[in-house]
């Protein structure tokens, strides 16, 4: 089973880009699972319970923490990782050709180097699980923010965001891609590496 991740800035593009993959793979007879790391986070689960003052409240964007919220989601990614392994083993008992990872644990990565305000080490990202293919959308964030739906934390956030994404795909040998052309000039791509 191959794990197939792609990383970017909120809105480059990488959900579109594991959708197509996943069409395009289920198209070919293989087994597919979604993986969203964010998603599958328990420091995400937590952040979506609702409170009794109101229940029906939506997530925002976190784009501030407390040292003290800071360490638990360090905690917390430590734990996904092991949640994450128990998952890809059973997904391989289960048949499944591949994980396609729209946002990666690398993701969770740079949120934490972003709430914190300190660059990467390399002792935390080393316990992740290393994908067969790692992608990065290089996406700037003017285009981004030119888009129909841009993402609620604004420029300076994704200014800042793609300064630590852009130290870290070299640093994960994630294979970089101009996130700026169109959605199908890039999958061509992706799909080249990939098959």
């Keep these: 089973m191959k794990i197939i991740s792609i990383s970017g800035l909120d809105g480059s593009g990488k959900s579109t880009q594991i959708e197509l993959l996943k069409n395009y ?5 293989k087994k597919v699972f979604y993986f969203h790391a964010v998603q599958f986070s328990i420091a995400n689960k937590y952040n979506k319970l609702p409170t009794t003052n109101n229940p029906q409240q939506e997530t925002k964007s976190v784009t501030k923490a407390s040292w003290l919220q800071i360490q638990l989601r360090k905690v917390a990614l430590c734990i996904d990782l092991l949640r994450f392994v128990l998952l890809r083993n059973k997904l391989r008992n289960n048949g499944y050709d591949y994980i396609l990872s729209d946002r990666y644990f690398y993701d969770n990565i740079i949120n ?7 660059p990467l080490t390399p002792r935390t990202y080393n316990l992740i699980p290393t994908p067969d293919f790692a992608f990065y959308l290089n996406t700037s964030p003017e285009k981004i923010m030119q888009r129909d739906r841009v993402p609620d ?3 300076e956030y994704l200014e800042k965001k793609k300064v630590l994404l852009d130290q870290a795909a070299t640093a994960w040998n994630l ?3 101009d996130g700026n052309r169109g959605k199908e000039e890039i999958f061509s791509i992706i799909k080249s590496q990939v098959l």
């Excluded at 793979?25 to 007879?29: C, N, P, R, T, V």
């Design 25 to 29: 793979l289920e198209s070919q007879g």
């Design 112 to 118: 934490i180097a972003f709430l914190q305000n300190s």
């Design 153 to 155: 934390q604004g420029m």
């Design 175 to 177: 294979k970089i891609i």
